[in-house]
């Protein structure tokens, strides 16, 4: 129903090669009612690419939630994030995910660890509503931005300096990258891949997954 | 890279209708080294389904261990089993997910546990190599079975009495459904809910998820 991803800026500033010191930390912040596949999609493309790599030094992806116990993501899915708010490693590429997510807006240490998680990170990318913490977060103005197709309108009024578009798997404007809805973060998590560590990866880690990656092509 | 599902045979004496008096219990085995996919991707399909449906009397998809702890999934991903092989409320649909599948079969009350399980569910579904599970447990004798296409060969060898076929997402054999890797685990799942609830809902669900289904048609 989505046309592939688009990039609206060339983002080589960002780009890094997969040769360096250490593993990039991938950290994708959950919390309550996050939705399921939002957070394990891209925490399956990390790990598999990782495992392809046969090496330690590509991507070291963790979860991370606002303080260290269960969440319950969305259906009653409980899991153990890696690390909270109060101490988790540096994060190089920061993933926020949507689901039921109007209760993370009202939260102030939510908003202003996304804020300040972000300036740090090379990359912040959002799947699905996501984006509306990051948007609430004040980060996404005058950029071009995708979310979930149900909530496009309401990303539009909410937040009138973000430019909204829809038809698109995923938007990369540079540091940030924004995805459609659920499985669309799969799609948007190859191409981060292919940004990071080339193309060849992302898609011998897509043939690993026996998933069909709409790339931006 | 897969053509979409097929079906082997006609499973009608297996298919269920909405109505009825309570959900449909889907329980997801997992283990440690679990691929996350393989179960994330299903539990987000009938946890959708459910939701799309506005009834609690569609699906109850829950996540079952062999003990009540926490489980490491592959890449270090730790979740909160909802029961344990020692209390677990009815499987209507077991779904044996895959990964570092090769311990499993060593455990003689995994495999008896799956057998058991099996004997009393109306559906059991492998994904990826989960299919070995249900091989070992005796459950998959003169079948059409699919596996992870980097396994195909190894399921032919280790079990000469099923007839392994690739090149396809899933196959419904009736009682039995067996789906290729990872990603596909969802394309199977979302065959499932169309089987058991209906075309509409599981057309609905997969563009919930932004997910091309690749279903059998």
Known sequence: MNAAGRRTSAPDSHVMSIERDRALNIGIYIYENAEVLDFSGPFEV???ATRLTNSESSFNVFLVAEENRPVNARGGYSLNPHYDFSAHPEIDILI???GIH???LTKANVVSWVAATSEKARVVASVCTGAFIL???GLLENLEVTTHWENIEELRES???INVVDSCRWVD???FVSSGGISAGIDMSLHLVSRLAGLELAEKTARQMEFEWRKNS
């Open 96 to 98: 926020v995910v949507g």
């Open 159 to 161: 937040y009138p300096n």
């Open 102 to 104: 109007t209760e993370e």
């Open 173 to 175: 404007e540079g540091k």
């Open 135 to 137: 948007a609430q977060a």
């Open 46 to 48: 990390f790990s598999t």
